[in-house]
């Protein structure tokens, strides 16, 4: 695997079969058992490698957003590899501890942070808190203060732009719940820097998931700039510049910006001003270094439609269901024959909305394996256990060697810590 590959080329069609880097689908389906999800440690590499050389000259930290996927080898990949990382729970940084990455290079965001979340962060040594509210600012500096500690901070602003994406995603309106607005950002920057126990040392914002086009970053970018220059006017001098993720990339006919265009135009906007750059691009390193494989357990042809009932469902895989999402779906092996129809592919949830796919031009027999393709951003990690459905099994495929990273949920895992009543 070369740098700055596509990462879908390292999902490649070979005498019809689709592999991943050195390994057949099938080998991973018949080892493993579908429902499953597939990464690439190549895709991963090749993703986040394309950041960190678009940055190369310019100080920079490229924070993974861990919740578009947090399996431990996931982070274990990108920290080996020179990633910081963005986590919004205390969970995210147990994880990225457990995985060997360095606090020193975490963010933490997230709208609700909790003191005991605070004071292990601190604890931690985390780089910095990235601070969504007046309130969470006062409880962080008493949190530091009673752990004998200064917390670094970077407050996040709302620069109210619209990011052109779903609704559900795009949080740099006024109206979202995120962020400090703009217009009040000033004062809560000179609180900040008021309090005995806070460090300010950046501001932060993250307008939106899914972003294709540069526009709305840019015009992000230069509000905040325009911020940094009014606090280096009162005194106030920011360390870096942390401008989130969001950076889209191809389901269908998108055709987000490379990163490599994103960054140069960003790194445009900051010019010779001294500031360090830090990004949290999630999707953009993940969605397409992952694929969901299921097993079509039974086809149901009606005078209305055609279904093919697949081994995974909404619980498994939410984002056709939650954002009418759509990903693409391929057969596994190719041209062993079947039933050639339009099918709505369907999960066993008891959900009209569980669908992977729906009117997708497939020929299909039951057993047939099919790969949801993009599935390796905000798939597990949303998935549930609806229906006491146990989460499927989590796979890294590194050359030739498959590598289980999270075994498949049993039944005694769903119903511990449950119990009846008493007699
Ligand atoms: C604060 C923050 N940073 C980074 C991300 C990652 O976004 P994306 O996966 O779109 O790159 C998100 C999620 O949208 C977020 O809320
Ligand atoms: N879960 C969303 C992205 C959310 C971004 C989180 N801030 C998706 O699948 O598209």
Redesign the pocket.
Known sequence: MTRHEDNNAVFTRRDGELHVEGVSLTAVADRVGTPCYVYSRAALEGALDAYLDALAGCPHLVCY?V??NSNIAVLDVLARRGAGF?IVSVGELERVIAAGGDPGNVVF?GVGKQAAEMRRALEAGIRCFNVESAAELELLNGVAGDTGRRAPVSIRVNPDVDAQTHPY?S?GLKENKFGVDSDQAMDVFARAAALPHIDVIGMDC?IG??LTQIAPFIDATRRMLALVDRLAGAGIHLRHLDL????GVRYRGESPPPVHDYIAALRDCIGDRQLELIL?????IAANAGVLLTEVLYLKRTPAHNFALVDAGMNDLIRPALYSAWQDIQPVVEGTGGTTAIWDVVGPVCETADFLGRDRELTLSPRDRLAVMGAG?YGFVMSSNYNTRGRAAEVMVDGGQIHVVRERETLADLLRGESRLPE
Request: aromatic share 0%; charged share 20%.
């Open positions: 957003a919740k578009a963005d965001s995603i949080t993250h998931s899914q989130g993720g969001g950076l949290e691009p999630g999707r953009s951003a």
